[in-house]
């Protein structure tokens, strides 16, 4: 059974930075792509970034400011995020893909505000 941990959300004023971090329970190079998607109040959610393979991509909102890493030894992908505006405001979801199916995390609050 996959699962995925979060950590690293907080509260941050505008042009702040925090990391995410996401550890599953086994080997990452066992899914085909691990990322983010978040969900602020009352939106839809929506992608953020993901990594596939030695690659990634990025939404157009945050690329610029925000960067996907991994460390493969301890299982965990890593969100970097700079230059926070109010607007990244959001849950923010890991995930990993495997095999067809996708896993996710149990979301962690990320709140920019002055």
């Known amino acids: 059974q996959v699962q995925l941990v979060e950590s690293g959300g907080g509260l941050v004023q505008p042009g702040g930075s925090l990391r995410l971090s996401c550890e599953a329970n086994?080997?990452?190079?066992?899914?085909?792509?691990m990322g983010w998607y978040r969900q602020g109040p009352g939106k839809e959610r929506e992608f953020v970034a993901g990594g596939y393979g030695d690659s990634a991509a990025y939404a157009d909102l945050v690329k610029g400011r925000f960067t996907i890493s991994r460390d493969n030894a301890k299982n965990t992908v890593f969100l970097q995020m700079n230059s926070l505006k109010p607007e990244d405001t959001s849950v923010y979801y890991c995930?990993?893909?495997?095999?067809?199916?996708?896993?996710w995390g149990q979301g962690k609050q990320v709140t920019i505000s002055s």
């Open positions: 995930y990993a893909e495997r095999l067809g199916t996708r896993y």
């Open positions: 086994r080997n990452i190079l066992s899914f085909a792509a």
